[in-house]
């Protein structure tokens, strides 16, 4: 799956968007994309650390091979060869091995334009096919990001619960989202 190509084609702008898994090779790329997200304290979990290219490695090493054995997918979103979205689906373990985690972004200048729908269209679809314990997918937002949130109930995401002051942005707590979605044979 390293470097698998999932989506090439062109957006409304004739640009060139490519999502694919990631390689190793990707490292650097992804290092600056995640620490120019963290700089920005967007709705993130990074806010304002900077990760190092080891901590980077380490995780890249990790989810290629949680990939390779079936237990993750992570897609990597290209407009004309800049890295500019990332999406994965991680699976949990032992009890909730069939509960997957699902993350997505999108740089900054880059939202708004309807890649982030097609980046989670994409993501849930590779994950469907690729990793058979998958039953649930759950997710968390800010709650105060409102564009998010209608994008994930459109996607079929309902809300289960809130946590009060559950995150720290921008100098202050608000409450943060937690949604899930059934995919196949509960509920």
Same mark, same amino acid.
């Given at each position: 799956?390293?470097?698998?190509?999932?989506?090439?084609?062109?957006?409304?702008?004739?640009?060139?968007? &490519?999502?694919?898994?990631?390689?190793?090779?990707?490292?650097?790329?992804?290092?600056?994309?995640?620490?120019?997200?963290?700089?920005?304290?967007?709705?993130?979990?990074?806010?304002?650390?900077? !990760?190092?290219?080891?901590?980077?490695?380490?995780?890249?090493?990790?989810?290629?091979?949680?990939? +390779?054995?079936?237990?993750? &997918?992570?897609?990597?979103?290209?407009?004309?060869?800049?890295?500019? $979205?990332?999406?994965?689906?991680?699976?949990?373990?032992?009890?909730?091995?069939?509960?997957? &985690?699902?993350?997505?972004?999108?740089? +900054?200048?880059?939202?708004?334009?309807?890649?982030?729908?097609?980046?989670?269209?994409?993501?849930?679809?590779?994950?469907?096919?690729?990793?058979?314990?998958?039953? !649930?997918?759950?997710?968390?937002?800010? !709650?105060?990001?409102?564009?998010?949130?209608?994008?994930?109930?459109?996607? $079929?995401?309902?809300?289960?619960? &809130?946590?009060?002051? $559950?995150?720290?942005?921008?100098?202050?707590?608000?409450?943060?989202?937690?949604?899930?979605?059934?995919?196949?044979?509960? !509920?």
């Amino acid at each position: 799956m390293e470097g698998k190509i999932v989506v090439d084609t062109k957006t409304k702008n004739e640009e060139n968007l &490519v999502v694919r898994y990631p390689k190793r090779s990707d490292v650097k790329i992804m290092q600056d994309y995640i620490n120019k997200l963290s700089e920005e304290q967007t709705f993130v979990s990074f806010q304002g650390e900077q !990760i190092s290219l080891e901590a980077e490695e380490d995780f890249l090493r990790s989810n290629l091979k949680r990939i +390779k054995e079936k237990n993750d &997918v992570l897609l990597l979103a290209f407009l004309n060869k800049s890295l500019i $979205g990332i999406s994965g689906i991680n699976m949990k373990v032992r009890a909730e091995k069939h509960i997957g &985690v699902l993350g997505i972004s999108i740089a +900054k200048e880059h939202r708004g334009e309807g890649i982030g729908k097609a980046l989670m269209q994409t993501v849930l679809s590779e994950a469907e096919k690729n990793i058979a314990d998958l039953k !649930i997918i759950t997710l968390s937002a800010f !709650i105060d990001n409102d564009v998010a949130i209608r994008m994930y109930e459109r996607f $079929g995401f309902v809300e289960y619960g &809130v946590l009060p002051n $559950g995150v720290f942005r921008k100098g202050k707590y608000s409450d943060h989202v937690y949604m899930y979605k059934v995919i196949k044979g509960l !509920i």
